[in-house]
């Protein structure tokens, strides 16, 4: 059993909802992604998100490309993410990382050089924004035989059969993006959110993600009520902008600890 699905079997077991956060590696320097990696788990992450710097983050609203923008000044690519969960993995190895990217820098290292580099790290997930399930049977099929779960997005307007679909493919749990926009939009419907999560549910067969839109840990008290994990990224990627190099973990952890709580209560 993957370290994603062990996960989600033992909060199921213990009747807990899973928490998500997301930074970007390499944001604000490189040498300040594995503490902050350690910060999320101190303050109660079931699982990492880590992203994986990129030009053009079609996905992203503003707060994450600027993150990617800080991490690119220092030149941090996908061997860099890679290097830097290695690290991670060497004083904790039970939290899973999932990597959220874009697919040209897997097409540039390539598949199969990919799948045993992130494997060898000790990466348990990949989220590729722009993998349709089209076009990414192949990839896909080498990631499980490489022991990496495929997750993939399902957006607010994905028909039931392209759903099905998608969920064919995907590993470890689904992503359900909860708004029409990009990362830290606003207007969360959570009526909307509880009813798609359902019918998501209901085919899958997967744990399902809720993400896009959550900023403090109300709404995810709220969200985690219909979905088995939240998903919490630009709101943490701000903290990290707003703080000093001194406060920064302590200001992550701190945040994190109050989603936690949120969920648990």
Not at 62 to 74: D, G, H, N, V
Not at 211 to 233: K, L, M, N, P
Request: with cysteine; net charge negative.
């Amino acid at each position: 059993m993957s370290r994603i699905a062990t996960t989600f079997s033992q909060l199921h077991a213990a009747d807990r909802k899973a928490l998500i956060p997301f930074i970007t590696a390499g944001d604000p320097g490189p040498d300040r992604t594995v503490p902050l990696m350690h910060a999320l788990v101190a303050g109660g992450a079931d699982i990492i998100e880590l992203g994986v710097p990129f030009s053009d983050p079609m996905a992203d609203g503003p707060t994450i490309q600027r993150s990617s923008e800080r991490a690119l000044k220092f030149g941090v690519g996908l061997k860099d993410v890679l290097a830097m969960t290695a690290e991670f993995r060497k004083t904790n190895a039970t939290t899973p990382v999932v990597l959220m990217g874009y697919a040209n820098p897997i097409e540039a290292m390539g598949w199969p050089g990919f799948c045993a580099a992130a494997k060898a790290a000790g990466v348990d997930g990949v989220l590729t924004v722009d993998y349709p399930p089209e076009e990414s049977a192949d990839f896909a099929a080498q990631c499980e035989a490489a022991g990496l779960d495929n997750i993939y997005l399902l957006a607010p307007t994905t028909p039931e059969v392209r759903v099905a679909a998608i969920t064919r493919l995907a590993r470890g749990f689904v992503y359900y993006v909860s708004l029409k926009g990009v990362t830290g939009a606003a207007n969360l419907d959570l009526v909307e959110v509880a009813q798609r999560v359902a019918m998501i549910r209901a085919g899958a067969g997967l744990p399902v993600g809720v993400g896009f839109g959550i900023r403090d840990a109300e709404t995810a008290r709220q969200v985690a009520q219909v979905a088995d994990a939240v998903v919490i990224g630009s709101r943490i990627v701000q903290e990290i902008e707003n703080s000093t190099p001194e406060t920064m973990q302590d200001n992550v952890r701190n945040f994190v600890a109050g989603v936690r709580t949120a969920l648990d209560t």
